[in-house]
């Protein structure tokens, strides 16, 4: 592939990682047309797809807009199977080898730094076949491992405080890993063409990679099946999120040839947005992955830990009181262990929000702990106990009581919050970062959220009262 002189230089001297550059700039100044690139190798896009500035948010950097109507069905981006960065696991030489061997570190849940190490070996790469688009890629991140130690304070939310921890303490110890695999490596078979890494360049990788890959089919295995890979998409990643998208990834194979397309699914209007869904996902990986906000997100929830100190304290504050969360019955404590709340590999953290309000678990806890015998439970199985929609099933009076201790649990959880939410909104207008914007409006959705679960439950308990009294009355 020729490569300019101008692109050579940008790629022997690496730009720099930093967190205080605009979430506009490009890795370089003026970097190849993406579209022009993307046709040159075989890909498709359709002529009124254009790469424009997303002037209503800046923390969305670049997106794919409609220059003209465009009908339903119509085909926006094809990528050849070429085209997509994935990471190869398969060494064909001392550099890939010593990738595989670093990648073989990276945990599970943080597979985006397996797929950044790829991406950081390409960036180093002379004459790397994806240098047109990583140069297009951004040059920092809006996630919270570039906030500043204020803004990381300001989400004041200790769930996501922690994963964020977990995650830039991560990058130092691999930073130290890297650098020792490195050490003994000879020059032939640097993985990056000589250049050091530290945690900053791996968090960089790292972040482009989990706010821009999509998880695909890779190529069929032996036995007849694909597993999922993860895969950088040039161009379709400038797609931003919708829950109610606009445009679909359809994967086809064509004589052996894998091939990602993006078909519009509804009419796209002119000036319209091109829109994915990234998946139902909570604001915490919204903003841990994707570096930005949902508001008013249905899949949206807040973490508690079950405990019963905690149950203890809400259903006192609620005026149901009950021994049994400290002390449950021997038949209570049963149920408790088939729902994984007690025991040795217990998992306590349970959720309030989303699709379901109140996880089941803790749903079900709280109308068995409150319940006045074990002959009305025993009358109903584990799923109707966990379900919100099988009203009352042990009778008004434990469901009330259920409701108003989770009412109760969601002002305890309000209080551990340091600011209202009028003194965020207060904020927000006075031309703070733009990742204390950040900060602030995931921590006033989080306390939005708690507030809409307990004006839903209150809902709940009044049409439930007035069904007892209309029943008493009878």
Not at 165 to 184: H, I, P
Not at 247 to 253: D, L, N, S, V
Request: net charge negative; charged share 20%; with cysteine.
């Amino acid at each position: 592939m020729a490569v300019s002189k101008i692109v050579l230089s940008s790629l022997i001297h690496i730009r720099p990682i930093t967190c205080a550059a605009s979430y506009h700039t490009r890795l370089v100044p003026h970097p190849p047309d993406l579209v022009k690139w993307v046709k040159k190798e075989g890909g498709f896009v359709h002529q009124a797809v254009k790469i424009f500035p997303q002037e209503d948010n800046e923390t969305y950097g670049l997106g794919l807009v409609a220059s003209q109507d465009i009908p339903k069905g119509s085909l926006l981006i094809a990528l050849p199977d070429h085209i997509p960065l994935n990471f190869e696991s398969d060494a064909g030489d001392g550099a890939d080898s010593v990738l595989v061997d670093l990648a073989s570190q990276v945990p599970e849940e943080l597979w985006a730094m397996k797929l950044g190490l790829k991406l950081l070996q390409e960036r180093a790469r002379l004459g790397s076949f994806w240098w047109p688009y990583i140069s297009n890629l951004p040059e920092t991140y809006s996630v919270p491992i570039f906030f500043q130690g204020e803004d990381i304070k300001n989400l004041q939310y200790a769930p996501l405080l922690y994963q964020v921890n977990k995650r830039c303490r991560f990058l130092l110890d691999f930073d130290q890993e890297v650098r020792r695999a490195l050490a003994s490596v000879k020059p032939n078979d640097h993985p990056f063409g000589g250049q050091e890494l530290n945690a900053s360049s791996l968090g960089w990788a790292m972040s482009a990679v989990s706010s821009r890959a999509f998880r695909l089919h890779g190529k069929k295995l032996a036995a007849g099946t694909r597993n999922g890979v993860p895969m950088m998409l040039p161009l379709i990643d400038m797609c931003n999120h919708s829950f109610n998208p606009n445009a679909q990834i359809i994967q086809e194979e064509d004589d052996s040839q894998l091939l990602i397309k993006v078909v519009a699914e509804t009419e796209i209007k002119q000036n319209d947005s091109l829109l994915l869904n990234y998946g139902c996902l909570s604001n915490d990986l919204f903003l841990l992955d994707y570096g930005f906000v949902m508001p008013s997100n249905p899949y949206d929830t807040i973490e508690l830990k079950y405990e019963g100190a905690l149950m203890d304290a809400a259903s006192m504050a609620a005026g149901v009181s009950s021994p049994n969360f400290s002390s449950p019955a021997a038949w209570q404590q049963q149920i408790l262990s088939q729902l994984n709340l007690v025991g040795e590999t217990a998992i306590v953290k349970v959720s309030l929000g989303g699709p379901e309000l109140v996880e089941g678990r803790l749903l079900a806890a709280l109308r068995v702990l409150l319940a006045s015998d074990s002959e009305t439970v025993q009358k109903h199985d584990l799923n109707t106990l966990q379900s919100l929609s099988a009203e009352a099933p042990l009778g008004i009076t434990n469901e009330v009581a259920v409701f108003l201790t989770i009412i109760a649990l969601c002002a305890i959880a309000l209080e551990h919050f340091p600011t209202k939410i009028m003194e965020d909104e207060s904020l927000l207008k006075q031309g703070v970062s733009a990742s204390t914007v950040l900060a602030i409006q995931f921590r006033i959705q989080k306390k939005t959220l708690i507030i809409d679960i307990m004006r839903n439950l209150s809902r709940r308990v009044k049409l439930l009262s007035s069904k007892e009294t209309t029943a008493t009355q009878d």
